[in-house]
């Protein structure tokens, strides 16, 4: 067995034994991507002489008897929305294609600091918004089990890069699913912990009060590793919680007798694929044979999660994207086109007599604004921005934002009821396997209503765990979701660990052969 | 009587005196070299994240309770957004709909009685941060604008009046009060000059006419850059908004709201460019920061600590040591050092008239030649004190006494030392009226005229006994002079 089909734990496992060394596990991983992620696109950027190089270092101190860190050597696949000092950081945009910050996201730091070795930076849809890796400046990644099909998004990177084993551990972040949702066409586990486990510090926002970080892997063990490290309050960012990080891995054993699981009835109505239905169902049957109690509980704001994410998600999105503008950072349009451009309509304005027009031309700085904006962002990331412009303004605020806000509160409440009944929530992920690349493209609420059964967790603040429970006839991952209560992640972990104890899809991989 | 009445309402901004800015560490200091003291933060670079400056919250919750304002038990952040280069986020956090503290007022009076003593409403006082700088050089050819962000993130108090003011001298009273409260708090050095005290005028008037009260349109008036500078500014405005209604009859609704900037060299206010729409901050709350909470125990700490205001030393001086409305005036304007100084001084002589006389004559003609404060003022309060004391036993006259803190502020020496240099001691009595006598039997001219009832006469005499002593008292002589020569 290549040691890149190994898990994380278990090559951890090699690395502190002196089996393996992080050189290596690194070379390793170095060469599968050579070999395959032209296939699949997930990595859009390698440094293979720093990788080498951030590896020796792990196995010097280890050689040098000097303490390690908890993920010493081992070699982790970053979303390319979190900050990496002096490394182009490009969330997938035009906008930001030769943008290097000069700091770390603190969830990165924390990483290096666990000894973790950088590989590269993940393929996303730009700023994250999307569900299907397509709207990247790299081109779309593609999913490992067929590469004919998305690997889902906006976390499709990270997916397909562990999917496709050229990774055991990938960071992703989650603003409506964007980890459950390719976790789940990928065939791997995602988790999305509660707002506020992990620093946002360093993640480019797209929506403030939604993001979150969070470790994608082959299993909730290793998931649980990563999240190890980088859940904790941070100074730097104000909505991070000062709450004790559990030791997630310690409780992972424990069986799951007397753990009550919820059932929404509304999950599995009108639009959930046949086959996803049957695949949960059994998931379900695992679970009561593990000891846990179903019962049916009720989310009956769940039905507004999609509508009510498509308002407060643009809204806070067109603010944080305010400040690509051109002018400190980032993509500016082409200074002496755009003087020329003004000066030509100037002139032609005036030669047609309409003087007033010509006055209120744009000031050249308006229209290096307008222009820059324009070019530097794709389609869908212009869309949301308009619609939450749109829904900010005067007139329309209350309709829609202040609407959207008490939604959002009711969608809590719902949760908060329901957990007063059951330990956790188990249902789908998305409503299908893994779509065609450009199916959805020219069809933006399609492509919306893969959130629907993610973007609440997201609205609510609690976590949730998508992992695989099954495969289509055509031989695509089917995922299943669970879903806690906030700060319950050693919970989601325990019954996500337990199910794969039980079950091997989560050792499944997918045949990338040339 | 004029015909009509001012209506002036003023916008406050005034940076707070933190060490660093309102959300992020860097330093606030004026002066730097261009984008020096910034940040990802203050930069708003991709990523980075605000997190409130709790030092800056406390300076203004000391400045709202000292403002007599109402403080919110719950406030939040919100996002104020608009395009300028000096705003690197696209958007300023600011507060929008719940201010930290809301309804306060402030008292403002004249001592020289130009205007009744009245309280100025406070609509709201709310905490946020300030924006960039932008240098427009726009010398022909050179069009160039640069950018400095030392000043982006700086916390900023922004401070709204009633519309309570009815004359530009109240407005500008409203501001040195507020400046010299601000002082007292030491929550600003209330620079206009660097920018830490800004100012923005609203202005109509309310007409008297046959057909009764009509208002004016309402102007915004920016770019006044000095007390001074507001007190024109408004009278300016107020006499053009009197000549456009005269002209054009203009009701307060029939235009929009004008924006003019004040032009302090040509002396008038000139209309700012009009944009064509009106502005939509699209103003929501910041999902960066979470909301702040303030207990009433808070409150009541920060009510406990403020201290002794300006408008409350200003009575307890008139009461307690029988200053008139305008030396105390006169006094507490110039900061708390000094009346700390005024007070050992007139509780040391028990005399506080006597102590506002020589701190007015002599210590604050002295600290405006040397442009020093009183903490640099070579002689402190007990030192001042002990030469007063003198005076008061009539151990000095007061001219001595002059030159003796004129030597004790050159060289730093006590009055006792002073006086010991130059000789200055009591005469006694019976030296003195030996002198007296000596110099009246050495005269019998002055005799003679003093017979005659030319009083003027005893002058000469009392200027050759000081030129003989001059430790004399001059007062003293002319008694024994008197004395000496009504018994020949």
């Known amino acids: 067995m290549s040691l890149t089909e190994l898990s994380a734990a278990e090559l951890l496992q090699r690395l502190r034994s002196g089996e393996v060394s992080a050189t290596d596990a690194a070379k390793a991983c170095l060469d599968r991507i050579e070999q395959v992620n032209d296939r699949v696109n997930a990595i859009v950027r390698v440094d293979r002489a720093k990788v080498l190089e951030d590896a020796g270092k792990v196995d010097q101190k280890r050689a040098a008897g000097q303490p390690v860190g908890a993920l010493a050597g081992l070699p982790v696949v970053v979303k390319d929305l979190l900050c990496t000092q002096g490394e182009p950081t490009t969330c997938g945009s035009r906008m930001l294609r030769d943008f290097s910050p000069p700091y770390d996201a603190t969830a990165v730091a924390k990483l290096r600091s666990a000894d973790g070795v950088i590989l590269g930076k993940a393929n996303l849809d730009e700023f994250a918004m999307g569900g299907s890796t397509e709207s990247s400046i790299f081109g779309p990644t593609r999913n490992p089990w067929d590469t004919s099909r998305v690997a889902g998004g906006s976390s499709g990177g990270s997916a397909a890069a562990v999917a496709a084993s050229l990774a055991p551990l990938a960071i992703g972040t989650d603003t409506g699913g964007s980890i459950r949702q390719p976790a789940g066409l990928c065939g791997i586990t995602g988790l999305k912990p509660t707002y506020g486990r992990i620093s946002r510090y360093g993640l480019i926002a797209f929506a403030s009060s939604l993001d979150q970080i969070g470790p994608m892997a082959h299993s909730a063990e290793d998931c649980a590793l990563l999240l190890e490290v980088l859940a904790g309050h941070d100074p730097r960012d104000a909505t991070s919680v000062d709450r004790p990080v559990p030791q997630y891995r310690e409780s992972l054993i424990t069986p799951l007798k007397g753990l009550k699981l919820g059932v929404v009835k509304d999950h599995f109505g009108a639009g959930l694929d046949e086959e996803v239905a049957a695949a949960v169902e059994r998931a379900i049957d695992v679970y009561r044979s593990l000891g846990a109690e179903i019962r049916d509980v009720a989310l009956p704001h769940g039905r507004y999660g999609v509508a009510t994410y498509y308002v407060i998600a643009p809204c806070e999105a067109s603010s944080n994207l305010a400040r690509y503008e051109g002018v400190h950072y980032g993509y500016r349009t082409d200074e002496g086109q755009l003087l020329a451009e003004l000066d030509a309509e100037r002139k032609q304005l005036l030669a047609a007599g309409d003087k007033r027009a010509a006055e209120n031309l744009d000031t050249a700085l308006v229209r290096m604004y307008r222009k820059s904006r324009s070019e530097g962002f794709g389609p869908e990331v212009k869309r949301r921005i308009m619609l939450g412009t749109y829904a900010l303004s005067a007139g329309y605020y209350d309709a829609y934002y202040v609407k959207a806000l008490k939604v959002r509160r009711l969608i809590r409440q719902d949760f908060d009821r329901a957990f007063e009944q059951v330990d956790l929530i188990v249902g789908p992920v998305t409503p299908s396997t893994a779509f065609k690349i450009g199916e959805k493209t020219n069809d933006p609420l399609a492509m919306y209503r893969e959130d629907l059964y993610t973007v609440t967790a997201n609205l609510a603040g609690i976590a949730g765990i998508a992992f695989p429970c099954g495969q289509s006839k055509a031989g695509l991952p089917i995922g299943v979701q669970l879903q806690s209560p906030p700060f319950q992640e050693e919970t989601l972990l325990r019954a996500a660990h337990q199910f794969q104890m039980a079950t091997d899809w989560h050792k499944r991989r997918p045949a990338l052969e040339k | ?488």
């Open chain 2, 1 to 488: 009587m004029s015909p009509y009445t001012v209506i002036i309402g003023l916008e406050v901004h005034v940076q707070l005196a933190t060490e660093s800015k309102l959300f992020c560490g860097c330093s606030t200091a004026f002066g730097a070299a261009p984008n020096t003291q910034i940040c990802p933060v203050c930069l708003g670079m991709p990523g980075a994240l605000p997190v409130m400056n709790r030092k800056a919250f406390e300076l203004s919750l000391r400045t709202a309770a000292a403002i007599n304002c109402q403080i919110a038990r719950f406030t939040k952040w919100d996002r104020k957004q608009y395009y300028y280069p000096d705003l690197p986020k696209g958007y300023q956090i600011s507060q929008y709909d719940l201010p930290f503290s809301h309804d306060g007022w402030l008292e403002i009076s004249d001592p020289k009685g130009k205007f009744e003593p009245k309280r100025v409403g406070i609509i709201r006082a709310h905490l946020e941060e300030d924006a960039g700088k932008s240098m427009h050089d726009e010398r022909a050819g050179l069009a160039d604008s640069q950018i400095d962000l030392n000043r982006t993130g700086t916390p900023l108090l922004e401070i709204v009046s009633q519309p309570d003011m009815r004359s530009p001298a109240e407005a500008k009273a409203f501001l040195s009060e507020l400046k010299l409260l601000l002082t007292y708090l030491g929550v600003s050095d209330c620079n206009m000059q660097e920018g830490s005290l800004r100012v923005d005028g609203n202005i109509n008037l309310h007409i008297d006419t046959p057909g009764g009260k009509v208002a004016t349109p309402i102007v915004e008036i920016k770019n006044m850059n000095s007390f001074r500078a507001v007190e024109r500014a408004l009278a300016y405005e107020a006499e053009r908004l009197y000549e456009v209604w005269q002209e054009t009859g203009q009701k307060l609704g029939d235009v929009p709201k004008q924006t003019r900037g004040w032009d302090d060299a040509a002396n008038v206010t000139r209309g700012q460019r009009h944009k064509e729409e009106s502005s939509d901050y699209r103003y929501f709350p910041d999902p960066d920061l979470v909301p702040v909470t303030v207990t009433d125990a808070v409150v009541e700490q920060v009510l406990a600590s403020l201290g002794e205001m300006p408008v409350a030393l200003r009575t307890r001086l008139e009461t307690e040591f029988g200053l008139s409305a305008y030396d105390s005036d006169v006094l507490v304007n110039q900061g708390r050092a000094l009346v700390d100084y005024f007070l050992h001084v007139a509780t040391a002589t028990g005399d506080g008239k006597l102590a506002s006389n020589w701190l007015q004559q002599d210590v604050l003609r002295m600290l405006n030649e040397r442009n020093w404060d009183i903490a640099a003022f070579p002689v402190t309060a007990p030192a001042l004190a002990v030469l007063l004391k003198k005076v008061q036993a009539g151990e000095l006259i007061t001219s001595r006494a002059r030159e003796v803190l004129q030597a004790m502020i050159d060289t730093g020496r006590s009055a006792d030392e002073v006086m010991r240099e130059k000789g200055i001691e009591q005469v006694d009595e019976t030296e003195l009226v030996a002198l007296c006598q000596e110099l009246v039997a050495a005269n019998p001219k002055v005799a003679e005229d003093f017979k005659a009832g030319k009083m003027q006469a005893i002058g000469s005499l009392v200027g050759q006994a000081k030129k003989k002593n001059p430790n004399v008292n001059p007062g003293r002589v002319r008694e024994l002079l008197i004395e000496a020569l009504g018994k020949l």
